[in-house]
């Protein structure tokens, strides 16, 4: 009997119809190396959850905020591997033939994996950031989550999973799993929405993201940073 798809892709959502059907559809297109879609659904109220199930994801829903949803998908997957992904981004083509091999590489689940980060947005600073995001990715090993991260399971737990935080889920988790393993590039691109981007320009959101990362290790409460953030 052939052994079932090693990956549960794990996707937290709140008012994205939008943009998740697509990247829906992008991963029911490799049968051979997803097991399960886990779309974690924080109160949307434009239908996401049915489209989600539709497209044939299991939906689970739970109060909003990204680590308390990434971590709900995480602790209910069955697959060997998880990948915890942004609702918005879009899979890079061959993505699905990139992640199986390095599925196949000796050792590979003692370490943990990313893509590079690309902004949907034709601006050319915003080429230079994701130049420094590679850069930051590789040297300082922090690579964040719309960069989407692929573990196996028992990294995952090892390392205590995703913890419920508002804001801030991706890069504390990082954190733990910089302190026990390598992370690593899978060399693929994964296009982030740029919406962002576009609202409140370059310099705004970039100096915003800065200033809340420095208050988060400056012990500033997630939640406060998540009100900030969100507004």
């Known amino acids: 009997m052939a052994a079932p ?16 059907p697509a990247l829906l559809a992008q991963l029911a297109a490799a049968p051979a ?18 489209l989600a199930r539709l497209a044939g994801a299991r939906v689970l829903t739970t109060e909003p905020g990204r680590g308390l949803q990434l971590g709900r998908g995480g602790a209910a997957a069955a697959g060997a591997w998880l990948l915890l992904l942004h609702a918005d981004v ?21 370490r943990a994996w990313y893509f590079e980060l690309a902004i949907a947005a034709p601006r050319p600073e915003l080429r230079l950031l994701e130049l420094g995001v590679r850069l930051r990715s590789r040297w300082r090993q922090l690579p ?62 970039t100096w915003g993201n800065l200033q809340l990362r420095r208050a988060w290790r400056r012990g500033v409460p997630a939640i406060e940073l998540a009100r900030r953030y969100y507004g």
């Open 90 to 110: 879009r899979l890079p083509g061959g993505w699905a033939e990139r992640v199986g091999r390095t599925l196949a590489q000796p050792r590979a689940a003692e």
């Open 33 to 50: 190396l997803v097991r399960e879609v886990l779309v974690v659904d924080g109160g949307s109220g434009d239908g996401t959850g049915w």
């Open 144 to 205: 964040y989550g719309d960069q989407g991260l692929l573990l196996h399971r028992d990294l995952y737990a090892a390392v205590g999973g995703v913890r419920p935080l508002p804001l801030m889920e991706d890069l504390e988790l990082v954190e733990r799993l910089r302190r026990r393993t390598r992370l690593c590039s899978l060399a693929l691109p994964l296009e982030v929405d740029g919406r962002r981007w576009r609202r409140q320009g370059f310099w705004r959101t």
């Open 5 to 20: 798809p090693p990956l549960s892709v794990v996707i937290a959502t709140r008012n994205e119809a939008a943009r998740l």
